[in-house]
């Protein structure tokens, strides 16, 4: 089993190439706390793959980030937390009071 956050390391180290100091930041733990969930990842995923074992995700301490997106009437900013992928433009609260705040 993997937490999230160890998806996470995963991610930003390996799949994103950043340097340690960056990849902490951004998960907003200090480096040797990062370096401990990195090894601790790295070493599951080795078991999995050399063991022929599955990978389950699951809990973990984290926050899903908020997306940005524009206003179509007023070109305003608007931050909510849907997904990656989902449409970048939507009508604002201001705009029209019974607009979705969400997508």
Not at 31 to 47: C, V, Y
Not at 58 to 82: D, K, P
Request: aromatic share 2%; with cysteine; charged share 30%.
């Amino acid at each position: 089993m993997l937490s999230v956050e160890e998806i996470e390391a995963i991610r930003l180290k390996d799949r994103e190439g950043l340097e340690q100091e960056e990849c902490a930041g951004r998960m907003q733990v200090s480096r040797p706390t990062f370096q401990r969930i990195l090894a601790g990842a790295r070493s599951k995923l080795a078991e999995a793959i050399i063991e022929g074992k599955a990978i389950k995700v699951e809990g973990g301490n984290y926050r899903i980030a908020a997306g940005q997106f524009v206003c179509s009437r007023c070109r305003g900013s608007i931050e909510t937390a849907c997904q990656r992928g989902r449409r970048r433009s939507m009508v604002c609260p201001q705009c029209e009071p019974t607009a979705p705040d969400s997508c």
